[in-house]
Structures are given as structure tokens and as C-alpha cells.
């Protein structure tokens, strides 16, 4: 049973895909407000949601900046739900969202001020070379903010790790040494406090 829930949480699909963006969209409230509490959006910024479920935080972006706001998730019903959602900038032209695989976008080199990714990475393919890519994609002195419900100690991680297969947990410290790898010149991390929640802010 918690299996098949963060199998849905990985990549929601069919009928109960739905159902899992809608939790989603309530269960991480608290990490996406802690994360636009560390996060300063310029009113110019391009950004890209990766994993971007179902559109909240797009929604939010697009309330912060007067340029694009896109989204990229692997998961059909999370892509037709994130444009239900924000319909009116889709149909505007304000926002795009793509059917895609993090590693790889179709995207090009230098293309968003921000990147953004909640509650996502724990299954991205080789964590390094992906960040990589994102950094491709990200303009000079842009940023990359990874939001994330666990800091790496959190007390239900092995629970989650032992039953899903290729799920991966990070801490700070080596989210930093991965992102300072991929080629970001500055790595910021905030932990909210009396919580495991930890938001990651990579400089380009």
C-alpha cells in the first residue's frame, strides 16, 4: 500500500493520480511556504517549475514575476492538471507546460532566471549529471531553488527508502557538494526550524 502511494507521488497517473495531486497540493503547503519565505523572485525572472505536479507553485510564480512561468513534469496527468489550473497564462501565453523527463528537457542552454524543484529530486536519475543539466539551463547569476519535506534525518526516511525502489533522500551537506559539482558558483541552505524541511538555493 505505501509502495503504490509514493509510486502515484513519483509519477501520478490514471483516475487516483488526481486524487494523489490534490494531497500533494495540500500536504506540501508547508514546504512550499517556507520555500518562497527564502526565495527572492525578481518581477522580470523566467522561471521553470520541474516536477511541477499539480501547478500550485506555478501559480504562485506567476503572482511574483510578469514574465513566464513554465512547468516540466514526466507525469501526463500532472502536466493537464498544472494547465487546468493556470488555464488563463496558458491561454495568454504567460505559461507553458512540458511533458518531459528532467534529464531530458527540451530546453535550451541559458533560458530561465530560476529553476525550481518541490519535493522532486528524491527520483531524479543520476542526481549529479541531472543537476548539471539544470545548470545549462539556468542564465548567468540565475538560480535554483530545491525545496524538499526532509532534510535527510528526518525519523521516516529508511521507512520510505526501504520500500521504494530508487528513491533517494539527500542531506545539505551533499546537495551542496553535488551542486557545487554541476558548476553553481554559491550554495545557500535553510533549515525551518523545528522541522525537517530543508529549501537549497544554487547560484549560477
Known sequence: MLEKKITQCR???GEE??????NMNENHKPISEFAFKCIEVGKDDKILDIGCGGGVNIEKFLKLTTNI???LDYS????LESIKRNQKAVDSGRCRVMHADVSNMPIEEMTYDLVSAFETIYFWPDIENTFKKVFKIIKENGKFLIAQGTDGNHPDDEKWLSTVEGMKVYTADKLKRYLLNAGFSSVDCFKKEDDYILVVIAKK
Open 17 to 22: 493520480g488526481i486524487q494523489t495531486i490534490e
Open 11 to 13: 509519477k501520478p497517473h
Open 76 to 79: 501526463e496527468v500532472s502536466v
Open 69 to 71: 512561468v513554465d512547468g
